[in-house]
């Protein structure tokens, strides 16, 4: 089974639109990290939020924030007032385990979602 | 400015003509890592490191080897590349251990490799 399922191949907005990218994940563990990364066309990857699994607050970053359902197992972003600039391959990511200093803090990625921005 | 650099950032090369791609971070960061990206199949960790000196294999690792002899530094050395091994590479790297809002993995900027 996939751990990380992102639903959405491909999406088309409208600039100043709020825009929903899916997350679903797997895991069994009860301590885990989940993140989303901008990929612009550009190449690199782009932190923009983290949640942790034993957060109780959806995480927010400016325009971004984490609609987290852990029973549900989802991760949302949501990206609200969309801009051009959004335009781009958008992860989600999943760290398995609790942190320790003594693990591997390796991330499992989704497949992406390419979001474009319509004028 | 906090970040992760690697060199160099396109690279194109013959089969079984050894390389070495850099990567650097200036935070200070326990843990460092390398993935490569290839259509269809998202972001595959190569090897990573704990720590200086502590290095140990991803899911990917056949034809690729790493050293982590200063805590800032951790290169990928391909000894014999193959066309197989045409990818976009990342480093990434983060602190070891639970700090809350800063638990997140930062990454280079990519480097695109060609073997031929």
């Known amino acids: 089974a996939q751990k990380i399922t992102q639903t959405q191949p491909g999406m088309f907005v409208q600039e100043k639109e709020a825009v929903t990218l899916d997350c679903t994940y797997d895991?069994?563990?009860?301590?885990?990290?989940l993140f989303w990364y901008k990929q612009p066309s550009s190449g690199e990857m782009i932190f923009l939020i983290y949640?942790?699994?034993?957060?109780?607050q959806n995480a927010t970053e400016g325009r971004y924030s984490l609609n987290f359902q852990k029973a549900r197992k989802s991760a949302n972003l949501v990206i609200s007032a969309s801009q051009l600039g959004d335009s781009a391959m958008y992860f989600c990511?999943?760290?398995?385990?609790?942190?320790?200093?003594?693990?591997?803090?390796?991330?499992?990625f989704g497949t992406g979602t390419r979001l474009t921005i319509i004028p | 400015e906090a970040q992760v650099t690697q060199n160099p950032r396109y690279l194109i090369t013959v089969t079984g003509k050894k390389l070495t791609v850099t990567c650097s971070q200036n935070?200070?960061?326990?843990?460092m890592s390398w993935y490569r990206q290839d259509p269809g199949l998202g972001l595959r960790q190569i090897y990573y490191?704990?720590?200086?000196?502590?290095?140990d294999k991803g899911d990917v690792p056949e034809g690729y080897k790493v050293s982590r002899k200063e805590k800032r530094n951790f290169p990928l050395i391909l000894e014999s590349p193959s066309p197989n091994q045409t990818s976009l590479y990342f480093c990434?790297?983060?602190?070891?251990?639970?700090?809350?809002?800063?638990?997140?993995?930062?990454f280079g900027p990519g480097t695109r490799l060609t073997v031929l």
């Open positions: 990434a790297s983060s602190w070891l251990g639970r700090r809350g809002h800063t638990d997140t993995q930062y």
């Open positions: 895991t069994s563990d009860q301590s885990y990290g």
């Open positions: 949640q942790g699994s034993y957060d109780e």
């Open positions: 990511a999943m760290r398995e385990g609790p942190r320790s200093n003594f693990g591997n803090e390796k991330l499992t």
């Open positions: 935070m200070n960061h326990e843990y």
């Open positions: 490191s704990m720590n200086v000196e502590v290095t």
